[in-house]
Nanobody
Framework: QVQLVESGGGLVQAGGSLRLSCAAS????????MGWFRQNTGNQRELVAR???????IYVDSVKGRFTISRDNSKNTVYLQMTSLKPEDTAVYYCNANVRTPGRFTDFEVWGQGTLVTVSS
């Protein structure tokens, strides 16, 4: 019904920048929270940043001042601009959204397939 498709991952040197994009498609009435999580080998998936449909974004402490999340509601798309990247930012980044489809009264959670970000030292 609803899919999230991510793009923009890749290999970058420490100190570099990348921009991730995630577009939602399908039968969508509204999208409330949109966000980015990441997971690297041996660790749990962690929230990186989240932005509500109207309101201020939140960030995990380790990316504050370096990453910026934004969204374009007209395109059902969320972005993550990553700057001053560090090797410890290396992970698979997953897009996440709380979506309501037409006729429903509650949201459900949707995940993207993940995009790999590798930061070399």
């Amino acid at each position: 019904q609803v899919q999230l498709v991510e793009s923009g991952g890749g290999l970058v040197q420490a100190g570099g920048s990348l921009r991730l994009s995630c577009a939602a498609s399908g039968s969508i009435f509204i999208i409330n929270n949109m966000g980015w999580f990441r997971q690297n080998t041996g660790n749990q998936r962690e929230l990186v940043a989240r932005i509500p449909s109207g309101g201020s974004p939140i960030y995990v402490d380790s990316v504050k001042g370096r990453f910026t999340i934004s969204r374009d509601n007209s395109k059902n798309t969320v972005y993550l601009q990553m700057t001053s990247l560090k090797p410890e930012d290396t992970a698979v980044y997953y897009c996440n959204a709380n979506v309501r489809t037409p006729g429903r009264f509650t949201d459900f959670e949707v995940w993207g397939q993940g995009t790999l970000v590798t930061v070399s030292s």
